[in-house]
């Protein structure tokens, strides 16, 4: 009888700690807290929902259900607005149902489960970017021939290799200077969708137009005007895939970008090889065939829903909610999804008001989370030129006939690293959102340095008696490993980055000017690589792009914020971290455990994360778990 009393009396001590506990984390998690979107200093990330009482909450939530016209589904807004403030606690949310409760765990648990519509939208509009692969691939066999039958041959002077450059450079020059600039106006009006079958028509005529030139101004003239429907395509698609995606899986969805532009990029190599026996007009038929993944763009994206995001940002409410549930299992989780992204976006017009195309472009480089994003997807669109992918992309049937081989054999050549391209992309669908794109890059860069660097020293292997296989063999082998380092890193994480970081009232404006950097320094690459390569040889050009890799590596150590598994609108707060306070951060803590950790290989010490991400909803988290054995030692006791 006394070791029952003393048993009951240690469980109701127990009980009242745990009391305690919860309410210090209830307290934790009720106290309200302003959101500074320029100024993070202390770099929490946290749900702007968090704190809010419940009868406040739901009265908010009514207003806004009688504001937007969404009275019929006041009910479910409200039990989606308590889940957003609480995403972790729906167990026990008393206004959630068994099955309800089902829907949340299997969304947490099978993060990839998700409706059909939802990929087929992603899968679709991301197939317009085989284009601009295609396009590369096709530009790159014709360098073969099409400067012979328009009478400038790049070995007969240092100019013609410089008009060579330019028709090969005119896509990115029509896009860095007017095709992402289009993209704001075009999407204002047109909406997301409208935009992308513009471009797609534009994609479809004009590489059929440049099959049928006659000269090489009029060759430089169509691909120019191509540029422009890449350039307002390139800144739409991945702006997109990002804002009808989940946030665990983001990255790996608009990462259809580039595996779909490793794919065109390999098609366009198979293509040049089928046809390379066409005689004179080969070179035609390699860019004329561009024009095909382009179809099936223009006739399916009006079957896809508009982007809620946008949607909500033209105060279109009840569009947005069809949209929404069409892309989520349960109208619970749409209206959760409504209603935070409503709020975040609330959160975002108080810092963020441009009015103006022109003032809503210099509030990228002026308001301070604005411009923390600009610096961020400038940088990793720039290492994209830095690290050489495009030197080869371009020009690698040409490199490839220096290294000694014949036309055929270089064709066969590039053809291998279009697969290598192609395949290599594929495990960055789960590591993208797993290890990171920050990651991914500090990993892929080093590796792209000196695998790019053996290719080059390799060109200066003597040929033996004319025999060059062996020559041929290792220098394709390192561009292979060069390709299998950069497709799981630099090649997916720019277009993916770069469409997530700005807030939805500078989306349009903020990708426009991450594209243009990217197609603007391959321009400059595409123009200068036919001179580079004569000047400096195969050798020093692939030197120069092999050092290029490690200033890149370096600009992304010091100033590219990591962004995985954040919603489109948490990333507001990431961006509000100053760029010294990160900085410094990676400087004295992060590199020095680096070292510590892999070169002394100390086991014993941990690096302190910067972002203190979601910390009210890991409180909610440890008051669920509490709540549960709570509800545990009830039923122990009862029994």
């Given amino acids: 009888m006394t070791q029952t009393v003393e048993k009951n009396e240690k469980r109701d001590s127990l009980h009242e700690e745990d009391l305690k506990d919860e309410k210090d984390i209830e307290q934790q998690i009720d106290q309200p807290k302003s959101l500074d979107l320029n100024r993070n200093v202390e770099a929490k990330i946290r749900n702007p929902l968090a704190g809010i009482p419940k009868a406040r909450l739901l009265k908010d939530v009514d207003e806004f259900a009688r504001e937007k016209g969404l009275e019929g589904h006041i009910e479910i807004l409200r039990k989606g607005a308590i889940l957003a403030q609480r995403p972790l606690d729906y167990d026990n949310i008393e206004e959630l149902n068994a099955e309800d409760r089902k829907v949340i765990h299997h969304e947490l648990t099978h993060k990839w489960s998700h409706p059909l519509t939802l990929y087929v939208t992603i899968f679709l509009c991301s197939v317009g970017a085989a284009t601009q692969g295609w396009d590369q691939t096709g530009s790159n066999g014709a360098n073969l021939s099409f400067p012979q039958e328009f009478g400038i041959p790049e070995d007969a002077s240092a100019k013609n290799q410089w008009i060579v450059g330019i028709v090969n450079a005119a896509p990115y020059l029509g896009s860095a200077f007017c095709g992402c600039w289009l993209s704001d106006p075009l999407n204002n009006y047109f909406g997301r969708r409208g935009t992308i079958f513009i471009t797609a028509i534009v994609l479809i005529a004009t590489p059929i137009g440049s099959a049928f030139t006659h000269s090489w101004r009029a060759l430089f003239v169509v691909r120019l005007v191509l540029g422009f429907g890449m350039g307002a395509k390139g800144s739409t ?206 990993f892929t860069f080093p590796n792209m340095a000196w695998s790019l660097l053996v290719a080059g020293l390799c060109f200066l292997i003597p040929s033996d008696g004319g025999d060059n296989k062996a020559r041929l063999g290792l220098i394709a082998t390192f561009i292979y490993i060069f390709a299998a380092f950069y497709s799981p890193g630099e090649g997916p994480v720019p277009f993916a980055y770069s469409a997530e970081v700005f807030p939805l009232s500078h989306r349009e404006h903020g990708m426009a000017w991450a594209v243009s950097v990217c197609l603007g320094w391959a321009a400059v690459l595409s123009i200068t690589f036919p001179r580079m390569l004569n000047a400096l040889t195969p050798t020093g050009a692939f030197g120069f792009y092999a050092g290029l890799n490690l200033l890149a590596f370096v600009f992304i150590f010091l100033w590219l914020p990591e962004t995985k598994q954040l919603t489109l609108e948490e990333l507001d707060q990431t961006f509000s971290v100053p760029t010294r306070t990160f900085m410094k951060y990676n400087i004295t803590e992060a590199l020095p455990y680096w070292f510590k950790r892999w070169v002394l290989w100390r086991r014993d010490i941990t690096l302190r994360p910067l972002y203190e991400i979601g910390q009210e909803i890991q409180a909610q988290d440890r008051l669920s778990r509490e709540r549960t054995r709570e509800k545990k030692i009830s039923h122990e006791q009862a029994a």
């Fill in 237 to 442: 698609v991945p702006i997109f895939a990002a804002e009808n995606s989940p946030a665990q899986i983001r990255g790996a969805l608009v990462m259809g970008w580039q595996l779909w532009t490793a794919f065109g990029i390999f098609i366009g190599y198979a293509a040049n090889v089928v046809v390379a026996d066409t005689g004179k007009i080969a070179w035609r038929l390699q860019l004329g065939s561009a024009f095909i993944p382009a179809l099936p763009l223009a006739i399916g994206i009006y079957f896809c829903p508009e982007s809620p995001r946008w949607l909500i940002k033209k105060n279109r409410y009840q569009e947005a909610w069809a949209s929404l549930v069409k892309l989520r299992f349960t109208e619970l989780q749409a209206a959760r999804d409504l209603y935070y992204i409503h709020v975040q976006i609330t959160e975002e017009q108080k810092v963020m008001r441009g009015a103006s195309y022109f003032t809503r472009f210099g509030e990228l480089f002026t308001i301070p989370r604005l411009r923390r994003a600009t610096l961020a997807s400038g940088i990793v669109m720039l290492a994209q030129q830095m690290c050489g992918i495009n030197i080869i992309a371009f020009y690698s049937s040409t490199v490839f006939r220096q290294s000694g081989s014949t036309d055929r054999e270089a064709l066969y050549a590039s053809l291998g690293f279009g697969a290598i391209n192609f395949v290599f992309a594929f495990p960055a669908l789960i590591t993208i959102d797993t290890f990171g794109r920050r990651t991914l890059l500090l």
